[in-house]
């Protein structure tokens, strides 16, 4: 069970505090029962009406799912749950233009996680374990273009490492990332939305097999038939590109989609 508790309140005119504080009760099989109190505080500063710096503190606990514990070829009933602080610092600014619906806006913020009994395994063929200790550190930033109510652009970037002494907990994962996106609306209830995706080639278990970097392309639409019911399609990895998420198991290639949404 989980109990979490937290409190907004304004420091001073343009000084905004957010605590919260949880309490994890977790029992896999008895004598295995854990009980843990973790603190959350984040402190931000608006500097100007359109720029803010913020930062943050929070004890986080994730407890191991069922899958992790008893799955017949990867489950470690042994397992602890991971405890990680986490640290986060950044800045956000907005430039506001003549028209109420045009605006910029820029987003920066670094990261850094002390993990303790980081649940791991090196594939889908390798039982979870605990790694002790493992840091992970990286940033982000990221760009927001609102032309008007009917077109928008989105650009992203995300750096991610982690110490030689923890490695392994990159393994299949990239260190950069990029993305960008492109929404554009009309007055007929139609809306059409481009996505690109880079990935950067990837460490694996195996010492001397890395994975190739990769960019999908990805294009969905949407119309709104009625107040109650929108048809949609996609088309994703446009150019099917091979790659592979994980080492030895292949991703989709060229996919399409249909379906509609309903709104009761």
Do not use: C
């Amino acid at each position: 069970g989980n109990l979490f508790l937290q409190d907004y309140f304004k420091l001073w005119e343009n000084t905004n505090v957010t605590l919260g504080l949880s309490y994890l009760y977790f029992n896999v099989e008895e004598g295995q029962t854990k009980n843990k109190i973790s603190p959350m505080i984040s402190l931000s500063q608006n500097l100007f009406t359109n720029f803010r710096i913020y930062a943050s503190f929070l004890n986080a606990v994730r407890v191991p799912t069922l899958f992790q514990l008893y799955s017949e070829t990867s489950g470690n009933p042994n397992l602890k749950p991971e405890d990680a602080n986490k640290i986060e610092t950044g800045i956000e600014w907005y430039l506001f233009m003549n028209d109420e619906d045009r605006y910029l806006s820029l987003q920066l913020a670094y990261f850094y996680n002390d993990l303790k009994n980081l649940i791991y395994r090196a594939s889908s063929s390798y039982r979870f374990q605990n790694i002790s200790e493992a840091t992970l550190y990286g940033a982000e930033v990221q760009s927001v273009f609102n032309y008007n109510r009917y077109l928008s652009a989105e650009l992203g970037y995300a750096y991610l490492n982690s110490p030689d002494s923890s490695s392994e907990i990159l393994e299949e994962v990239p260190n950069n990332k990029i993305y960008f996106r492109l929404g554009i609306r009309t007055d007929l209830q139609i809306s059409l939305n481009y996505e690109l995706n880079y990935f950067d080639e990837r460490t694996t278990y195996v010492p001397s097999k890395n994975l190739d970097s990769y960019i999908l392309h990805s294009v969905n639409i949407g119309y709104q038939l009625l107040e109650f019911l929108k048809l949609r399609a996609e088309l994703n990895n446009i150019t099917d590109v091979y790659y592979e998420e994980e080492l030895g198991y292949p991703s989709a290639g060229r996919t399409i989609i249909a379906g509609l949404n309903l709104t009761f």
